[in-house]
């Protein structure tokens, strides 16, 4: 027989069950309740992926808190596109902390100075963006966007610092030919992109064009640049010359001709780089040996960097062995401070590099579940 007093137990049982309360990044964007202005790529439409997102604690909504899960959800309205999932992921790992860094940039290893807490590692399943949702439900399908801690982490965001949140992923079974944005927001302010002006021709390394440089990447304070390269010979070691000076170098005037060659020095060399052309002759663009980091200082504000590279293809060009590639000149452009305490430093084509090749005021839209 059915207790009578079980209907109006159960709602007593809800009532004095411990409320979940939650912290929505970033706070000036008011994601509880707002559809964000941006997207992102990363993780979820890569195959692979390293990913560190940043807010200060304005941005959190609080310098100290504890944590027992993190929610992300997709960037929306957007119609549904592609296969359906759901899509497998090799390993995907999440990690969450605080950093005292003051200003993230390119290099994940620099913006961590204590070791993060990993809150998920292993293999996940997902299910992509199903339509037009307004905005997007936190946790996606299934709650496959939400990740719930083994434990509370405890956070504790120092003054100036930041609290972290770093995502490692491989293999990734969407194409990215699937919608799978994650919803972000982007800060007034941050990166202002510089330029990069190729000048001169190179010299033969045995193919049919002559060796270039190419200058890619955020060419600001605080970014990367990728100095990749083309016909520069089959696996020919590579010496990268980066110089203050096309005037000249020393004493000598340039550019300055290789005697008895048609190749031209065309920088001073005030720094090398070395790096290995590949079967093809090239440097692939964003390979890892080709990215160069920028400090996240004043002092880079409108540098100018001039860089050419160097193959050594004996016995070509004799007496030398070498041939020389065109010149690229890049003039760094700024790093201002944002309207929002946000940063995402990303590497989307690898999760073992050192060096993120995205560079921006960015943070995803993510709900804190506090305990």
Same mark, same amino acid.
Request: glycine share 10%.
């Given at each position: 027989?059915?207790?009578?007093?079980?209907?109006?137990?159960?709602?007593?049982c809800?009532?004095l069950a411990?409320a979940q309360?939650?912290? $929505?990044?970033?706070?000036?964007?008011?994601?509880a309740?707002?559809?964000?202005?941006?997207?992102?790529?990363?993780?979820?439409?890569?195959?692979?992926?390293?990913?560190?997102?940043?807010?200060s604690?304005?941005?959190?909504?609080?310098?100290?808190?504890s944590?027992?899960?993190?929610?992300?959800?997709?960037?929306?309205?957007?119609?549904k596109?592609?296969?359906?999932?759901?899509?497998?992921?090799q390993?995907? !790992?999440?990690?969450?902390?605080?950093?005292?860094?003051?200003?993230p940039a390119?290099?994940?290893?620099?913006?961590?100075?204590?070791?993060?807490?990993?809150?998920?590692?292993?293999?996940?399943s997902?299910w992509?963006d199903?339509?037009?949702?307004?905005?997007?439900?936190w946790?996606?399908?299934?709650?496959a966007?939400?990740?719930?801690?083994?434990?509370?982490?405890?956070?504790?965001?120092?003054?100036?610092?930041?609290?972290?949140?770093?995502?490692?992923?491989?293999?990734?079974?969407?194409?990215g030919?699937?919608?799978?944005l994650?919803?972000?927001?982007?800060?007034?302010?941050?990166?202002?992109?510089?330029?990069?002006? !190729?000048?001169?021709?190179?010299?033969g390394?045995?193919?049919p064009a002559?060796?270039?440089?190419?200058?890619?990447?955020?060419?600001?304070?605080?970014?990367?640049?990728?100095? $990749?390269g083309?016909?520069?010979?089959?696996?020919?070691p590579?010496?990268t010359?980066l110089?203050?000076s096309?005037?000249s170098?020393?004493?000598?005037?340039?550019?300055?001709?290789?005697?008895?060659?048609?190749?031209?020095?065309l920088?001073?060399?005030?720094?090398?780089v070395?790096?290995l052309?590949?079967?093809?002759?090239t440097?692939?663009q964003?390979?890892?040996?080709t990215?160069?980091a920028?400090?996240?200082?004043?002092?880079?504000?409108?540098?100018?960097? $001039?860089?050419?590279?160097?193959?050594?293809?004996?016995?070509?060009?004799?007496?030398?062995?070498?041939?020389?590639?065109? !010149?690229?000149?890049?003039?760094?452009?700024?790093?201002?401070?944002?309207?929002?305490?946000?940063?995402?430093?990303?590497n989307?084509d690898?999760?073992?590099?050192g060096?993120?090749?995205?560079f921006?005021?960015?943070?995803?839209?993510v709900r804190?579940r506090m305990?």
């Amino acid at each position: 027989m059915r207790s009578a007093a079980l209907p109006l137990f159960l709602p007593l049982c809800a009532a004095l069950a411990p409320a979940q309360s939650y912290l $929505h990044l970033p706070a000036s964007s008011t994601p509880a309740t707002n559809e964000l202005s941006y997207w992102s790529e990363e993780p979820f439409m890569r195959p692979h992926t390293r990913l560190q997102v940043f807010y200060s604690a304005t941005e959190t909504g609080s310098a100290a808190f504890s944590a027992n899960e993190l929610a992300l959800r997709f960037d929306g309205p957007i119609p549904k596109v592609g296969a359906s999932g759901p899509f497998a992921i090799q390993r995907l !790992k999440i990690q969450i902390g605080v950093t005292t860094v003051a200003q993230p940039a390119s290099v994940f290893s620099a913006n961590l100075s204590q070791p993060l807490t990993t809150v998920f590692d292993g293999p996940h399943s997902y299910w992509p963006d199903q339509g037009t949702f307004f905005p997007e439900a936190w946790g996606g399908l299934n709650g496959a966007l939400a990740f719930p801690f083994a434990q509370p982490v405890p956070v504790v965001i120092p003054a100036g610092g930041w609290f972290v949140i770093d995502v490692t992923m491989d293999n990734n079974a969407n194409d990215g030919r699937t919608h799978a944005l994650l919803d972000a927001a982007r800060a007034n302010g941050g990166v202002v992109p510089g330029t990069a002006t !190729k000048a001169a021709l190179g010299c033969g390394a045995g193919g049919p064009a002559p060796a270039e440089i190419f200058a890619e990447g955020v060419l600001a304070p605080g970014g990367a640049l990728s100095l $990749h390269g083309a016909n520069l010979g089959a696996g020919a070691p590579i010496a990268t010359a980066l110089g203050a000076s096309d005037v000249s170098y020393g004493t000598l005037p340039l550019p300055l001709r290789l005697p008895g060659t048609t190749c031209d020095l065309l920088v001073s060399i005030d720094l090398v780089v070395p790096q290995l052309a590949d079967a093809n002759g090239t440097l692939p663009q964003f390979s890892a040996s080709t990215l160069l980091a920028v400090p996240p200082v004043p002092a880079f504000t409108s540098a100018v960097i $001039h860089a050419q590279h160097v193959s050594f293809v004996p016995p070509l060009n004799a007496p030398w062995g070498v041939a020389l590639s065109d !010149k690229v000149t890049v003039a760094l452009g700024a790093l201002n401070p944002p309207d929002k305490g946000i940063w995402k430093v990303a590497n989307p084509d690898a999760s073992g590099v050192g060096v993120g090749r995205v560079f921006a005021a960015d943070g995803l839209a993510v709900r804190i579940r506090m305990p």
